[in-house]
Each structure stands twice: as structure tokens, then as C-alpha cells.
């Protein structure tokens, strides 16, 4: 079965330092991957999505992640935080089954000013 | 494009009574409507799956007489607590997704039940 992992669980970035946040997959193909923010007592918006093509995939609100096969991850990455990006991070993934996504269990991101 | 909206964005009820949330796909047709739960600092929980016109389909766990899903129209789905108890209380999310999109889930931002 398919599943997604987010190994941290919470991180604190300064406002202007860069971010990673890491996502891990476990799938046999190529799938479709997510990433989504939630903001608190919000629902989810979407912020980049992987089908195919270009490994590297740019997002909204300055964010980017690489689709690495090798690694099986899909990690995020944003150059300079800014304190309105603390908000929890869900990595999901679509393999065409019965429409779902499985999603990770999230990162909280905490920006220190 | 591709908004989804839910009503009501928080609501109260006394244990016992029924409670009806709405999610609604704004400017696309919506194939399946998605229903999930989250409680406070997880992930989220799907609880079911609802196409247009047909049963949901309900995850493992999640009692189906409890949680009435009711999927009319292409643009209207509803989900209705019954007989709602404090451990019901939680914050409940709805998406939907296109035929053709790829698996991307448009989200709602979510309804915050409380039950007393």
C-alpha cells in the first residue's frame, strides 16, 4: 500500500533563512504528488503538484519542490521565510485509486522573527 | 477558479441533535466530494468518498448511520452528524475534485463543530 511520510514533525525557521521541509513516498510507480498549507482553523491550499515532466516544480507564494525517483521524496523548498509562511505543510500523494490522496501526517512550520 | 465553499464555518449544537454541513463546489462541476476529519495538530482523517448521484463510500471506522453523506447535484454535497456527542466535535473539511485533474482535491475551509 501506498503511503507518505513527513519525518519532521515540527520546525523553526528565522524569518529570511531558507526551508526544506522533507516528504518520503512508498509507491511502485511514478505518482502524483502535493503539497498543501494550512493555515490555523483553515482549510487546505494547494501550493505546487507533480504529475509529470519537470522534476523541479514551482509553486505559489514563492515555494518549489524536487521530485527525486531515486529517493522516493518530494521535498519542499522556499529561499526566504517570511513570518506569514508559519503554517502547517501536508504532503500528499494520488495514485488513482478510487480518487484519494494520502496524505502525510504534516509539518508545523514556526517562523522566529 | 476551483473554489469550494462549506456552511456553516463553525457551528454549536446540543448532544442529541442533528447537525447538517454543507460543501458546495463554486465554479466547477465536482466528480467526488471528499469528506474528512481533523482533530486538533493531526493530519487529516478521510471519512468518506461521494460521487454525484450514488452512495458514498465510507472508510473503515467511520459509522455510516452516524455520518450521513448525501450527494445531490455535481456542485452540493452534504454531510449530516446525527444524534451529534461531544466526542463528534471536531473540524470537518470537504474538497472535491474534476474528472481529469489528476487526483488535485479543491478544499473547503472547513466546519468547526462543537457539540455540548
Known amino acids: 500500500a501506498q503511503s507518505v511520510t513527513q519525518p519532521d514533525i515540527h520546525i523553526t525557521v528565522s524569518e529570511g533563512a531558507s526551508l526544506e521541509l522533507r516528504c518520503n513516498y512508498s509507491?511502485?510507480?511514478?505518482?502524483?504528488l502535493f503539497w498543501y498549507v494550512q493555515s490555523p482553523g483553515q482549510g487546505l491550499q494547494l501550493l505546487l503538484k507533480y504529475f509529470s515532466g519537470d522534476t523541479l516544480v514551482q509553486g505559489i507564494k514563492g515555494f518549489e519542490a524536487e521530485f527525486k525517483r531515486s529517493q522516493s521524496s518530494f521535498n519542499l523548498r522556499k529561499p526566504s521565510v517570511h513570518w506569514s509562511d508559519a503554517a502547517e505543510y501536508f504532503c500528499?500523494?494520488?495514485?488513482?485509486?478510487?480518487?484519494?490522496?494520502?496524505f502525510g501526517t504534516g509539518t508545523r512550520l514556526q517562523v522566529t522573527l | 477558479g476551483a473554489v469550494v465553499s462549506q456552511h456553516p464555518s463553525w457551528v454549536i449544537c446540543k448532544s442529541g441533535t442533528s447537525v447538517k454541513i454543507e460543501c458546495r463546489s463554486l465554479?466547477?462541476?465536482?466528480?467526488?466530494m471528499f469528506w474528512y476529519r481533523q482533530f486538533p495538530k493531526q493530519s487529516l482523517m478521510l471519512m468518506a468518498t461521494?460521487?454525484?448521484?450514488?452512495?458514498?463510500?465510507?472508510e473503515q471506522g467511520v459509522e455510516k448511520d452516524k455520518f450521513l453523506i448525501n450527494h445531490a447535484s455535481l456542485t452540493l454535497s452534504t454531510l449530516t452528524v446525527t444524534s451529534a456527542h461531544p466526542e463528534d466535535s471536531s473540524f470537518y473539511i470537504c474538497?472535491?475534485?474534476?474528472?481529469?485533474?489528476?487526483?488535485?482535491?479543491?478544499f473547503g475551509p472547513g466546519t468547526r463543530l462543537t457539540v455540548t
Open positions: 474538497s472535491a475534485n474534476q474528472r481529469l485533474a489528476g487526483g488535485e482535491q479543491y
Open positions: 461521494s460521487n454525484e448521484g450514488s452512495k458514498a463510500t465510507y
Open positions: 509507491y511502485g510507480a511514478t505518482p502524483y
Open positions: 500528499a500523494l494520488y495514485t488513482g485509486t478510487a480518487s484519494k490522496l494520502t
Open positions: 465554479d466547477f462541476q465536482a466528480t467526488t
